[in-house]
């Protein structure tokens, strides 16, 4: 649990977004859907999803379209992400979605859950120490 977790309110409704984007995933290869939503300073949320392509390497995950969407928008301020799975457990973002949202977010509440009702919330420097900064 973070220090100062988000209001209930707000925490539902990034949860209610990734859930929602989810829905968008194209993930033919996995067949793991990942939703991803982020609240930005202003209290927009803005919606990702995974897009997957035969060349793995090529493949964008949630979390990382939804911080995209929201830099080709012009936001700058973040506080928090929110990542929904069908999986039994929450799911933390990956370590390339890690570091992207250190780039562009820093130490924002992330808050992952299931398409179950299970929920986690931590801080993006407990689940990234140290990370890399030029």
């Keep these: 649990m973070t220090a100062n977790p ?5 925490r539902e409704a990034l949860v209610a977004a990734a859930t929602a984007a989810r829905e968008n995933a194209a993930a033919p290869y996995s067949n793991f859907h990942v939703g ?26 949630a979390e990382r379209t939804a911080v995209f969407k929201a830099i080709s928008e012009g936001v700058r301020s973040f506080r928090a992400v929110a990542v929904v799975t069908g999986a039994d457990e929450p799911t933390s973002p990956c370590g390339a979605c890690r570091q992207v949202l250190w780039d562009q977010c820093r130490d924002i509440s992330v808050v992952m859950a299931t398409t179950g009702g299970k929920l986690e919330e931590t801080t993006l420097a407990a689940l990234l120490p140290r990370a890399f900064e030029l």
């Excluded at 988000?6 to 707000?10: K, M, Q, T």
């Design 36 to 61: 991803a939503a982020l609240l930005a300073g202003d209290g927009r949320i803005f919606g990702g999803c995974n897009v997957e392509s035969a060349s793995y390497g090529l493949t964008c995950c």
């Design 6 to 10: 988000l209001p209930s309110a707000e």
